[in-house]
């Protein structure tokens, strides 16, 4: 099934979980209002942007982000990188077959997408994003710096970006490219199968001039992968 906008607004999808295994696993509502309320006073510079706030979208935020904004462009987080390091339950796989999806974690950096969301809906657009990414409370909300081309050159900006949790009993630490591969190539979950997440985060990188070698070597693995299992199914034929 495709979530919506209007499914994340009406809370549908918690109404949906709450009679599957994740059930137990999904952080009450008063806990996600609460994280919301205390991400935004904490903005670093709440006067920056004339009171308009960035976005940093590292994986499915890049080419569906579902928030309004007036601006979207390339930028780069310094300190964390992206990597498939969280088990995906719900998303992008299911209790018995969990899938994996991007999370930022310590060290390096990370090429994405940040978009401006404009002051006056920033808690209203705080809200779906937090319905979407922190109904188990795997990532922290956390206020970085980023690197935006243009006007924006030569000035660290601060982004919204959601980071691993690595205390979370979903973080899957860092796993050599075959388990990475194995869950991308079997689990499907609400929104479609792994392999399906990992192709449109590289797509919508590179709709925007962006490469990732590490996504890309993931990739040419599951096609090599799905080539050896398609020759020997011929040759068992």
Excluded: K
């Excluded at 999904?26 to 920056?48: F, N, Q, Y």
């Amino acid at each position: 099934m495709a979530i919506t906008r209007q499914d994340l607004e009406a809370d549908r999808l918690r109404a949906t979980l709450c009679s599957t295994p994740v059930a137990a696993s999904l952080l009450p509502e008063e806990a996600l209002e609460s994280s919301l309320h205390e991400t935004l006073v904490r903005h670093p510079d709440p006067g920056a942007l004339d009171g308009d706030v960035w976005l940093f979208g590292y994986g499915s935020l890049i080419w569906n982000p579902m928030v309004v904004h007036t601006d979207r462009r390339v930028a780069t987080a310094h300190g964390y990188h992206r990597g498939f390091y969280l088990y995906s339950r719900i998303n992008r796989g299911t209790w018995d077959n969990p899938g994996l999806v991007l999370g930022l974690d310590r060290g390096g950096s990370c090429h994405g997408m940040v978009f401006r969301i404009p002051r006056h809906v920033i808690e209203q657009e705080f809200r779906v994003l937090w319905r979407r990414e922190m109904m188990t409370g795997a990532y922290h909300p956390r206020w970085l710096r980023v690197r935006i081309g243009g006007e924006f050159a030569g000035r660290p900006q601060r982004a919204l970006a959601f980071v691993m949790n690595r205390a979370h009993e979903a973080y899957a630490g860092r796993l050599p490219d075959e388990r990475v591969v194995d869950c991308l190539r079997h689990a499907c979950g609400l929104y479609g199968p792994a392999r399906e997440y990992l192709q449109q985060t590289m797509l919508g990188l590179a709709t925007n001039g962006v490469g990732d070698p590490y996504l890309d070597r993931l990739w040419r693995r599951l096609q090599h992968e799905d080539s050896a299992a398609g020759s020997c199914v011929a040759a068992a034929g």
